[in-house]
């Protein structure tokens, strides 16, 4: 268990061991350096650097900073219960500085132990190539519909500078360009983008790779985000249980809207530990209160399930991670 490893970490603070003091912090990052490539200037560049806190106890980001104006970091949750997940967003100033650039990033936590991490990155912004606006911004768009966006592409330089082609790995996202006027160096592009009615719902965060014919620095990305949403949402996104002793019973409540009234047609679990009320899902409303009851087996460990919501909207069955840790029994006196 997390409490056996703060343990030691409590150990290690004690008498000096700054390498475990540090180790937890930078444990709970999935990627601690990011380089961003070639950017347009005013291009939208940013990059979140994903934590989850898989420990007991609660941590607080109590700030960050970077070594250079050229990036401005964020913190988009600064405290993380067990199992919650957040992020630090890096976001590189392309429309005020130019070449290549890199910063250092220092995330200070405070709680449950003081530690600092060190993220990195880095990324050249180009001075000949400009997007307005700076990045594909759909907004919300509902799940079921598709959705179009133009941005205007700028180059000044070459005289025979061609945009190739244009690639995105999403299979939901297509993009056209065409070449709008050309003069001794200077050429304009529409960029074109459509997403289709079968994107799932979600956030869309992808990145389009327009290829040129500039051997030096052949590919520009473009930023290409917004928000699919669903006819159904349900919050909190993930239901964590709490920790547990073996045989004690939780409940907690899912909040399932939708913008027309609506029935839920059954709640399911794999994990028998998870109860529902089916009485509180009869009546159609635009708002459901589902109690969700937990009763903790007597094996110790982490629980991690998945709860799946069908509604009578016809929309896609929603589904929310369901976690809870139970302790080992204690030993009667």
């Known amino acids: 268990?997390?409490?056996?490893?703060?343990?030691?970490?409590?150990?290690?603070?004690?008498?000096?061991?700054?390498?475990?003091?540090?180790?937890?912090?930078?444990?709970?990052?999935?990627?601690?350096?990011?380089?961003?490539?070639?950017?347009?200037?005013?291009?939208?560049?940013?990059?979140?650097?994903?934590?989850?806190?898989?420990?007991?106890?609660?941590?607080?980001?109590?700030?960050?900073?970077?070594?250079?104006?050229?990036?401005?970091?964020?913190?988009?949750?600064?405290?993380?219960?067990?199992?919650?997940?957040?992020s630090i967003i890096a976001h590189i100033n392309t429309d005020r500085f130019l070449g290549s650039k890199g910063a250092t990033i220092t995330v200070t936590i405070d709680k449950p132990y003081p530690s600092t991490v060190?993220?990195?990155?880095?990324?050249?912004?180009?001075?000949?190539?400009?997007?307005?606006?700076?990045?594909?911004?759909?907004?919300?768009?509902?799940?079921?519909?598709?959705?179009d966006k133009t941005v205007t592409l700028n180059y000044a330089g070459r005289s025979d500078w061609k945009v190739q082609e244009v690639r995105c790995d999403n299979p939901h996202v297509q993009a056209q360009v065409q070449e709008t006027s050309r003069q001794p160096g200077q050429v304009a592009y529409q960029?074109?983008?459509?997403?289709?009615?079968?994107?799932?719902?979600?956030?869309?965060?992808?990145?389009?790779?327009?290829?040129t014919n500039d051997y030096r620095l052949k590919q520009v990305p473009l930023a290409v985000e917004g928000r699919i949403v669903s006819g159904v949402s349900v919050s909190p996104s993930t239901l964590f249980m709490g920790v547990v002793e073996p045989g004690q019973k939780v409940q907690k409540k899912l909040v399932v809207r939708a913008k027309k009234p609506f029935r839920i047609l059954s709640i399911h679990c794999p994990?028998?530990?998870?109860?529902?009320?089916?009485?509180?899902?009869?009546?159609?409303?635009?708002?459901?209160?589902?109690?969700?009851?937990?009763?903790?087996?007597?094996?110790?460990?982490?629980?991690?399930?998945?709860?799946?919501?069908?509604?009578?909207?016809?929309?896609?069955?929603?589904?929310?991670?369901?976690?809870?840790?139970v302790t080992a029994e204690t030993p009667h006196q």
């Not at 990324?123 to 594909?136: L, T, W």
């Open 1 to 86: 268990m997390k409490l056996i490893f703060f343990f030691a970490l409590f150990l290690a603070i004690s008498f000096g061991v700054p390498a475990l003091a540090q180790q937890w912090a930078s444990d709970m990052f999935e990627a601690k350096t990011h380089d961003f490539g070639n950017v347009a200037r005013g291009a939208k560049a940013e990059f979140e650097f994903k934590l989850t806190n898989p420990y007991l106890e609660d941590v607080h980001i109590a700030s960050v900073s970077s070594s250079c104006g050229c990036t401005s970091p964020s913190i988009t949750k600064p405290i993380l219960k067990t199992y919650e997940s957040g």
């Open 118 to 147: 060190h993220l990195s990155v880095q990324a050249y912004i180009r001075s000949d190539v400009v997007f307005n606006p700076g990045s594909v911004n759909f907004g919300e768009v509902d799940q079921g519909k598709s959705a």
């Open 191 to 211: 960029v074109s983008v459509h997403v289709d009615e079968n994107t799932p719902a979600g956030y869309l965060n992808e990145h389009l790779v327009l290829v």
């Open 271 to 325: 994990d028998g530990s998870f109860e529902f009320d089916s009485n509180a899902t009869k009546e159609a409303k635009t708002l459901h209160l589902v109690p969700v009851t937990f009763v903790a087996g007597k094996k110790p460990g982490k629980i991690s399930q998945k709860i799946e919501i069908e509604t009578d909207l016809g929309t896609a069955t929603s589904e929310l991670p369901a976690l809870a840790v």
